[in-house]
């Protein structure tokens, strides 16, 4: 995330470095744990630590679809001169458009305001060498642009594929899991499969109640969709009669998972595009951890592929003003540090509440950036609880459908750097967070422990009298992706902006798969698609006007 304007920057993200009761100790980081497959069942899982291989999504019409814009701007046109274009935000989709511009031919220069990359998938090491992260971040196969990146620069070994499934906590049932689990078949009969299957979460007549509410989107299609965006999940669910049940054991998970807000908040869009992804292509709901922290092992691969080509990046060059030239183009980028940064061109890849503070007055009043007063960051609380010994868990993403957590995952299991044999990690994101975003460290964690109490009595207790807490990491981010509450599509601005040099780049401008780590690329995609089609295929005269009369002055 872009951090910008001294104090004014104070939405942007926070972290804390916290430890419990003044105990630190470092875990191992490269232990393996023996492998052992475990099945579905209501019984307390064990641990399992087995890695699938990767599905061949290559064959889904998103993945072609996504790999054809990769090779639109790589065989584009080459430019008469490669333009320096000024990138501010070294998160996913400012890095996703420095790789592509430099595709194109073009030279990107990301400006980073922290000493970190990432945005929004940042992550950093305490004091003991350990990694704590932003959120828990799993990668789908329903995001194609991502799993282009991932093909594109040779790194698709680095994601850990797990077992096709989707794994909710039982409440009622402390210590017990509820599995929904997708057999090797075409899509969309192996989501069919696995919710018939399951009879443990929703009856026989609540999933045909579901599944009959669910036929105007299979008919409608996108638009369809799309057109739900006016209704909240609560409300579409009331609408078309599905019954409240299917809401409570389902839905509110889920949307906690998709944007970290109640399903009363909510879009029905944002669920819909889910589902409708999960039920056409049948990886698209498999999910992968990424093999360590995503700055090291996502991030970085980016930055040296667009270096490689003659592109730069600088950390910590924090933006404190976009000034404009008389005709209300961009002239210069003023630093905090008091340097002026000029390009042919400029991107902002920052986060929405950061691009509003830092709109230009001249601007404010168009449509196009005025709109962005509808959209703001929805406030997100990670945490990471190292424990004093290794917990009965399962090696994959959990749903706790418990009132304050979303989802979590031991990462001492899923993932092989922080893997430890002896000892959990456990990583849980906090939402709704609105109500505890302010709060202490200490009581967020006590409010953790509780809920885990209640999840699994046999190993955790709140008091520490079972398993002891060594250390903890609470990551605030007041503001992180855009809140998709219902009604917020008509703000979301496109990559091409009118202003002829200057674009946008980010999970909330326009594209389809909403606040996601895919939309992050795929924005970044785009604004690279909207100003090589302007440039490279001189599609907008007032785009290469206002490149020729830079080119010009500095000649």
Known sequence: MQQALGQRAGQAMAHSRSSAKGVSMRLASSSSVAARPVR????????????????????????????????????????????????????????????YLSDAGHIPIVLEGRDVLGGKVAAWKDEDGDWYETGLHIFFGAYPNLMNVFKELNIEERL?????????????????????????????????????????????????????????????????????????????????????????????????????????????????????????????????????????????????????????????????????????????????????IEGDLYVSAMPVDIMKLLTPEPWAAMPYFSQLNGLEGVPVINIHIWFDQKFKTVDHLLFSRSPLLSVYADMSVTCKEYADPNKSMLELVFAPAEGWIGRPDEEIIAATMTELERLFPTEIAADQSKAKILKYKVVKTPLSVYKATAGREEYRPTQRSPISNFYLAGDYTKQKYLASMEGAIFSGKLAAEALVEDVNMKKRPETLAAVEKKQLAAA
């Open 40 to 99: 579905g069942s209501r019984k307390q899982l064990s641990v399992v630590a087995r890695d699938y291989p990767k599905p061949a999504f290559e064959t889904a019409g998103t993945f072609q679809e996504a790999q054809a814009l990769s090779d639109k701007l790589r065989n584009a046109p080459r430019p008469e001169k490669p333009l320096k274009v000024v990138i501010i935000g070294a998160g996913l989709a400012g890095l996703s458009t420095a790789k």
């Open 160 to 340: 850990q594929w797990k077992e096709h499934s989707m794994i909710f906590a039982m409440p009622d049932s402390p210590g017990e899991f509820s599995r929904f689990d997708f057999p090797d078949i075409p899509a969309p009969f192996n989501g069919i499969f696995a919710i018939l299957a399951n009879n443990q979460m929703l009856t026989w007549p609540e999933k045909i109640q579901f599944a009959l509410g669910l036929l105007p989107a299979i008919v409608g299609g996108q638009k369809y969709v799309e057109d739900q965006d006016k209704l909240t999940v609560t409300e579409w669910m009331r609408q078309q009669g599905v019954p409240n049940r299917v809401n409570d054991e389902v839905f509110i998970a889920m949307a906690k998972a998709l944007n970290f807000i109640d399903p009363d908040d909510l879009s029905m869009t944002v669920v819909l595009t889910a589902l409708n992804r999960f039920l056409q292509e049948k990886h698209g709901s498999k999910m992968a951890f990424l093999d360590g922290a995503p700055p090291e092992r996502l991030c970085q691969p980016l930055v040296d592929y667009f270096t490689a080509k003659g592109g730069q990046i600088r950390m910590n060059a924090r933006l404190k003003e976009i000034k404009l030239n008389a005709d209300g183009s961009v002239k210069e980028l003023a630093m905090v540090n008091g340097e002026t």
